[in-house]
C-alpha cells in the first residue's frame, strides 16, 4: 500500500497535493452526531448542519435542511408501509450546494441524471402507523392521559421516528423495516416473512413466515442469522412491546386476537396493534419464538433424547424437558395476548402453524 500523502512545503511531490479526490476518499462521513437525520415533525425530517459527506470526488458540507414529500423524487406523497432512502446528491455544479432527494429505491434515485457515481445514499425512514406517546414515550389518549379513556386507538399515520437511519446510526444489517429501541438495539417493525432466498424480512403486508412454511426454533434461528439479525431476549421483545394493547376475545381491533379466527392475517394492517416503540401485531396474529428455553421442574431423569433425527441428540431430563419461550399470542387467543403474554410450554423443534418469529439487530 502506498502513501497518499507526504509533507513537501515546496509541493513538488504529487503526494504533497491536497485534492478534492483525495478528500473525498479519506472524508467518507464525519458529523457530530450519528443521528444527523431526524424525525421533527409530521411527515417531515431534518438534516443536521455540519456534517461533511463524500460524494463521488465531491465534498459537501451540510446545512440545516427539511425535507419532507416535496423531495420525493416521483410521487407527490408517502405510501404507507414503504421503506424510503434518503440520497445527498452531486448536480455537477460547482457553485451549487447538496441536492436531497428521497426515494423508494434502494440503490439510487429515479431520474437519468442520478446514478452511483453522483448520489450517496446516506439515510432512510418507515412511512406507516405511529403510537402518540407522551414525553417519557408512554402510550396515551387525545387528551394526553397515560392509558386513558381512548389510548388504544391514539395512533396515526406518519414517519416513524424512531425507524429514521443514517449511515452511523443503524443496524449492522440492512435497516428497512426496523425501528429503534434504543440502547443499540433495533427491531423489526413487522413480524418476519420469507425473503425468498432463504432468509427473514421486515415488509408490510406480508404472510408471517410460521410452521406451514416448516420453521421451527432452530430454522428462525438460522434465517435469522442469514440477513444479520437474531432472535430477541425476553427482556428485548418486552421493550419493544410496550404499549401495545391487549387482544379482544370478541373481535380484531386491537390485533388479530378474535376467538373466531382461523389462520393468520398479513403483518401491519391492524392500526391499534402497535406498541409505543412503533412495532407492529405485537398481541395476535402469531406467536413469536424468543431466543430463551426454559426446562420442565418436574422432569428428574437424565439421558439422551433423540427429538431432532439427524441433528444429534439432547441430554435432558425428560423427551420434552426443553422448553423454548414463545410471547405475544395467536390468532385465536383473545385476552391472552398482549405486550406481555407468553407461553413456556413448547419444546424449540416443533412445528407450528401459528408460531414465527420477529427479528432484533444490535447498531453498527
Known amino acids: ?72 423524487d416521483g410521487a407527490s406523497s408517502f405510501e404507507h408501509g414503504k421503506d424510503y432512502y434518503i440520497y445527498i446528491c452531486d448536480n455537477g455544479l460547482d457553485s451549487a450546494s447538496e441536492v436531497y432527494l428521497i426515494s423508494e429505491n434502494s440503490t ?7 446514478d452511483d457515481t453522483n448520489t450517496r445514499k446516506i439515510g432512510g425512514f418507515h412511512y406507516g402507523y405511529v403510537r402518540n406517546v407522551d414525553e417519557y414515550g408512554r402510550e396515551i389518549n387525545v387528551s394526553g392521559s397515560v392509558r386513558g379513556s381512548g389510548w388504544e386507538s391514539n395512533v396515526r399515520e406518519d414517519i416513524a421516528p424512531n425507524s429514521v437511519w443514517t449511515a452511523l446510526h443503524r443496524p449492522k444489517c440492512e435497516p428497512s423495516g426496523m425501528a429503534y429501541l434504543g440502547n443499540g438495539l433495533w427491531a423489526d417493525i413487522y413480524i418476519a416473512s420469507d425473503d425468498g432466498a432463504n432468509g427473514l424480512q421486515s415488509v408490510y403486508n406480508a404472510t408471517p413466515i410460521t410452521g406451514t412454511e416448516g420453521l421451527n426454533w432452530y430454522i428462525a434461528n438460522e434465517k ?46 391492524i392500526k391499534n396493534a402497535i406498541s409505543v416503540k412503533n412495532i407492529m401485531d405485537i398481541a395476535g396474529n402469531v406467536w413469536e419464538w424468543m431466543d430463551e428455553f426454559v426446562l420442565d421442574p418436574t422432569a428428574t431423569s437424565w439421558a439422551w433424547h433423540d427429538v431432532m433425527s439427524g441433528y444429534g441428540q439432547i441430554y435432558m431430563t425428560s423427551s420434552t424437558a426443553l422448553h423454548a419461550i414463545l410471547v405475544g399470542g395467536g390468532w385465536i387467543n383473545g385476552v391472552h395476548c398482549g405486550s406481555r403474554a407468553a407461553v413456556c410450554y413448547n419444546y424449540p423443534w416443533d412445528v407450528n402453524a401459528n408460531m414465527g418469529v420477529r427479528c432484533v439487530c444490535d447498531s453498527l
Open 224 to 269: 435469522a442469522a442469514r440477513v444479520g439479525k437474531r432472535l430477541p431476549s425476553l427482556a428485548e421483545w418486552l421493550i419493544a412491546a410496550e404499549g401495545s394493547p391487549q387482544g379482544l376475545d370478541g373481535s380484531n381491533t386491537n390485533g388479530h386476537t378474535a376467538t373466531t379466527n382461523t389462520a393468520r392475517t398479513a403483518v401491519g394492517k
Open 108 to 114: 439510487f434515485p429515479d431520474g437519468e441524471e442520478w
Open 1 to 72: 500500500m502506498g502513501r497518499l500523502f507526504v509533507y513537501d512545503e515546496n509541493m513538488t511531490d504529487e503526494r504533497a497535493k491536497i485534492t478534492v479526490a483525495k478528500m473525498a476518499a479519506v472524508s467518507d462521513i464525519v458529523a457530530a452526531e450519528k443521528a444527523f437525520i431526524q424525525y421533527t415533525a409530521a411527515g417531515q425530517i431534518t438534516v443536521l448542519a455540519g456534517a461533511v459527506i463524500a460524494v463521488g470526488d465531491a465534498i459537501f458540507q451540510t446545512e440545516e435542511t427539511v425535507l419532507s414529500t416535496a423531495n420525493l
